[in-house]
Nanobody
Framework: QVQLVESGGGLVEPGGSLRLSCAVS????????MGWYRQTPGKERELVAS????????NYLGSVKGRFTISRDNLMNSLYLQMNNLKPEDTAVYYC????????WGQGTQVTVSS
């Protein structure tokens, strides 16, 4: 059974940092490119960052480039997102999933950036 369990969200002031984690089970994590997505009420879920299966290539949404860093540990079946210099517009529920051919979504982790 596929499980995607996101954690690490919270309330942070503008300019602060958070590190999100995603624990994956139920499929061969190291065989797939992965991504972090986010969604706010009334808006489509958007891809924030993606990483190739061997960590060789990463891509970022323009608005987070230079502030967010995606990484993965294939031995630990885990995906990470380091978020620095957070802005109020980064407020959203963040999810991890495959980059292509998404699986059932996990519960996500709420990130709120507010003073």
């Amino acid at each position: 059974q596929v499980q995607l369990v996101e954690s690490g969200g919270g309330l942070v002031e503008p300019g602060g940092s958070l590190r999100l984690s995603c624990a994956v089970s139920g499929f061969t994590f190291g065989n797939y490119g992965m991504g972090w997505y986010r969604q706010t009420p009334g808006k489509e879920r958007e891809l924030v960052a993606s990483i190739a299966l061997d960590s060789g290539t990463t891509n970022y949404l323009g608005s987070v480039k230079g502030r967010f860093t995606i990484s993965r540990d294939n031995l630990m079946n885990s995906l990470y997102l380091q978020m620095n210099n957070l802005k109020p517009e980064d407020t959203a529920v963040y999810y991890c999933n495959k980059r292509f051919g998404t699986l059932n979504w996990g519960q996500g982790t709420q990130v709120t950036v507010s003073s």
